[in-house]
C-alpha cells in the first residue's frame, strides 16, 4: 500500500480506499490531508474598559477573556498585566484575580491596569483592554495615641477655660470620616478640643501643685467607631508623696474665699485618720474669731470656710490640726495662704479668630492670647485694650434675680488710650453662655436665663475685648468674671423620720410625755420652721418632740393618726403621716401585751434555707409565763399551714423551707392568750430570693444560617434566649458561650451568635456546635438540675455563586455526512460544570459569528444552533459548507461565563471510507459490536 500526503488549507480528513477491476485484481492506498493554520483570526476583548468595584481587604475574580478562533499554538492566548504594581493582582487564563488590598498602602482609591491578551504565533496578533480597580476604604484602624501616659506638671493656677496640655492622636485610615478623631475626657472637670488641647472646666480655680489623673479616649468617625484610651497624669510628683506631712501648705485666692469654698490640702482623705482643728490665727486677729472662718470634716478632713475672707486684711491663716488613727496622734501645722487673683495667670479658650494656645510669663497680669501681629499693621494703634481689676472681676447675684439684671462691675470693663475710630472697643464672650450675655458697645453683661443655686453655685465668664471697632488690624485683651450665686432659701423642708407610722404610748401616759422626736431639716436652715401635728391630743414644741397633749384614757386600742405640717420661712411645705397605737394602761388590761415581735412587723427570710426558729414571741413581764399560751390563728387565710408555734414558749417555727418562687409573702395572725382573752399578732414573713434556679433553654435546637465568603465580625443570629426562674435581676443573669473559636457571643450577656471567619459552601455545608447557658454570677445552685443548659446549634452556609462553570473540554469537533445533516438533526452536545448548586440550571448560547471557509453568519441567520438548557448542537438548515467553526458559552445565574470552540465538518460521501471485511458473515455479525467500536 502506498501513502500518499496532500497538503490543503481549511479542511482536513483522512481517506482510505480500494479499487477493483475485473477480475478481482485489487490495489489499496491512502492518503492523508494536512490543515494548515494561516492564523487569520485576531483575538478581540469584548470590552475596551472594565470597572471592578472592590471594598477594602476583599478578594474578587473577574472573567476578562477574548473567544478563540484558531487551533493549536494560534489558539492558545496568554494574557498578561503592562504595570509594574505592588498590588496582589495577576491574571491567568483570562480570569483576574484581585486579592485583599490595604487601601492605606494606595496613593489613591483607583488603579488603572491595561490587559494584553496575545496568541503565540509570529507575527503576533493581539488585543488589549483597561481595567479599573476601585477599592473603598474601610474603618480598619484606630486611632493611635503618641504616648499611652502623659504626664503634665502645671507651672501655674489655671482658671476655668484655661488649657492644662495637649495630646494627640492619629487615624491610619485613608479616607475621611474613618481617619477623622475626636476626643473625650473620662474626667467631666475636663474637655480635649479637636486640636487635642486639654481644657480645664471644672469650678474654681486648679492649684498649681493639685495631683489628679484621668483616662481620656480618641475615637473615629467610622462605623463601627474604633477608639484608643490614653491616661492623663497632672503633677504625677505631688501624688506619689506617701505618709502624714507634719507642715503643709496650701492656699486660696481672692476668689474662693466665699462662704463654703472648699480649702485642699495634701493630707486630707487619709484612710483611718480623724481631724480636728485645734487652734487658728491670723496676725491681727483673735484665735477664737479665726476658729468660726473654719470648718473641718472630721472623717474626711475636708476643709471649708464658713465665712467669706477679706484677702485685703488677711494674707496667712495658720491652722494646726490633730491627725489620730487608734492611739496615735499626728500634729500637723496647716499654712493657709490667701493670694489675690491678680497673681493667678489664666489661659483662655479659642476666640473666634484662630489662633494657638500661648503661655503667659510668670507674673503677667493676664494671658494673651493668639498670633502675632499681622504685617501692615498702621503705626497709629498704639495701646491694646486695658481692662480694669487687673483683668480679674469678681461679683454676686441673687439667685432670684429677675432676667434682665445687670451684674454689678465697674463699666465699662476696659479703656483704651488711643483716640477716635481706633479707640473704640468691642466686647464678645469666648464661649456659649447659657445665663449671660454681654452689650459689645458698653460691656454691661445682663442675665438671660433662671439661675439655680443647687445646680450651679458660680459662673466663669471670659470676656474678649478688641479696639479698632473690631476691624482689622486690631488688638485684642481678655479678662475673667467670676460670678457667685447666693442663695435664695426657697428649699423645702424634709422630714425624715422612717417609724412614724409604728409609734406606741401607754394609756395612762400624764400630758407632755414624749413619744418621739421629729427629725426635720432644710437646706436653708431650719431655725425657722414650724411644725404642727394636726391633732388635739398631741402637740410638738419648739425641738420638735412629740408630747401627749390630754388624757388618753378609754383610747386603749386604738391607733389614732394624723399628718405632721412642717413650714418654713418662705412658706415651703412639706408633709408626713404619723400614727400612734395607745397600748391599755397596765394593771387594768387583761388580755396579754405582746413586746415582741409588733404588731404588723415583716421579717425577712432566705428561701430554701431550714431555721430551727423563725420568731420568739414575748409578752410583759408581769404576765406569768406559764399562764400565757400561743397558737396560730387558723381562721385566717391558710398561710398558717406552712407554720408551727410551741404553745408554751411563742416558738415559731417553718415546717418546711420557703421557696420565692412559689410564694413571696406568708401572712399570718398569732393568738397570745392567757385564759380566755387572746391578743392577735399579725405578722408578715417575706421571703428573700437566692440564686437557686440555672438557666435553662425552652428548646433543645436551633437552625441558623450564615453566608459563604463573608469577612469581618458579623451577626450569625438570636438564639432562643435561655430563662432562669430567678424572681431578682441580679439572680436572673444569664450569660452563653459555645464550644468552638468560630462562633461566639460578642456580648455573652445577649443571644445573640457572631463569628468573624469565612466559610466554603463547597468544602462544608453544615456546621453543629454546642451553646451553653450559665449563670453569670456562677452562684446558682439547682439540686434538679445542671448549673448550665445547653443547646445543638445547626448553622447551614447558604451558597454564594462564587465559582465559575467550566466546559468539560475546550474544543469540541464533530463530523457529519453531507446531505444527512439536514434541519432540527443533532450534530454533538457540549457539556459543562460548576460547583455552586445553579437552581435553574447553566446557560448555552453561541458568541460571535458562525464561520465557514467563504461566508460568515451572524447568529440571526446562522445554519447551526445550541439548546440553551441541554447544551445540544443542532443544525438549522441543510449544512452544505465543508466545515463551520465558532464559539460557544455558557453562563450560570451569576453572569460567570466560560468558552469553548467547536468546529464542526461536514463529509460529502465521496469522502467516506468504506470498510471492505473479508469474512462469513456469520463472524461479522457475531462481531458487530466489536468492529463498530
Sequence with gaps: ????????????????????????????????????????????????????????????????????????????????ISEKINLPVHIANGVLFVGAIDREAMADSIVNLTITASDTEKPARNSTTVVTIRVKDINDNPPIFSNSRYSIVLGAFISPGGVVGKISATDKDATSPNNYVHYFSHDPQFKISDEGEIVFMGSGILQKDDHMQFNITATDGGKPPLSATAKVVINEHRGKTNGVQNEVTTQISSNDTVEKSEIKWLNAGMSGYTYEIIKATVNGFEDQKVMEWLKIDKKTGRIETLKRIDPVKVKTIKVYISMRKGKREVPVELIINVTDADEITSSYMKSAVPRNFTTPE????????????????????????IFKNSSVFTTFINEDSILGTVLSLPYPLATNSDDGHIGGLLYSMTENEPYFKIDEKN???RLIAPLDFKTQKMHFLNIKCVDNNGELPYHESFASVVVNVINAKNNYPVISNTDLLHLNVGEDAKPETVITIFKVSDADGFEKTQLDVNSSMFKVDESFKLLVATSLKGYAGQRLCSTVTA??????????????????????????LVISPKQNSIHYFDENIVYDELLKFTVLEEYESSKVTFRLNEMFKKDWQLFSIDK???????????????????????LTCQADNCSSTHLFISVNDRNDNCPMFPKQDVRLTVLENEKGKRQVGRIPAALDSDFHSDNTKVCYTTDTLIFFFSDPTLPILFTNSSFDREHKKQHQITINAYDCNLSCRDPHQPMNGTIVALIDVIDVNDNFPKFTKKSYASTVVQGQAMAGSHI???????????????????????????QTFTLSESPISVDQSTGEVIANELLKESSYYFTVIVVDSAGHEDTASVMVSVVTYAQQTELVFDAPFELIMKNEKNISE
Excluded: W
Excluded at 480506499?17 to 492518503?31: D, H, I, Q, T, Y
Excluded at 494561516?38 to 472573567?63: A, C, H, P, T, W
Excluded at 423551707?657 to 410564694?663: A, Q, S
Excluded at 460544570?833 to 464561520?851: C, K, P, Q
Design 1 to 80: 500500500m502506498k501513502t500518499i500526503n496532500h497538503y490543503i488549507q481549511r479542511s482536513a480528513f483522512e481517506r482510505r480506499g480500494e479499487v477493483f477491476n475485473l477480475p478481482g485484481a485489487s490495489a489499496k492506498s491512502e492518503l492523508v490531508t494536512h490543515v494548515i493554520d494561516d492564523n487569520n483570526y485576531s483575538s478581540v476583548f469584548e470590552k475596551d474598559r472594565f470597572l471592578i468595584n472592590i471594598i477594602e481587604g476583599q478578594s474578587k475574580k473577574v472573567q476578562i477573556v477574548v473567544p478563540k478562533f484558531a487551533e493549536g499554538k494560534n489558539g492558545h492566548i496568554s494574557y498578561s
Design 828 to 854: 454533538l452536545t457540549v457539556q459543562a460544570t460548576d460547583l455552586d448548586d445553579e437552581l435553574n440550571g447553566l446557560a448555552y448560547s453561541l458568541r460571535g459569528f458562525v464561520r465557514s471557509p467563504t
Design 567 to 592: 413650714r418654713n420661712k418662705q412658706d415651703r411645705v412639706a408633709t408626713s403621716p404619723y400614727c400612734v397605737t395607745v397600748y391599755p394602761a397596765k394593771n387594768t388590761h387583761h388580755n396579754p
Design 443 to 445: 460691656s454691661t453683661i
Design 362 to 385: 510668670p507674673g503677667t497680669i493676664a494671658a494673651e492670647v493668639g498670633a502675632q501681629p499681622t504685617e501692615g499693621v498702621r503705626p497709629e494703634i498704639r495701646v491694646k485694650p
Design 648 to 670: 408554751n414558749n411563742g416558738s415559731l417555727k417553718s415546717k418546711q423551707p420557703f421557696d420565692f418562687e412559689k410564694k413571696t409573702v406568708h401572712e399570718i395572725k398569732i
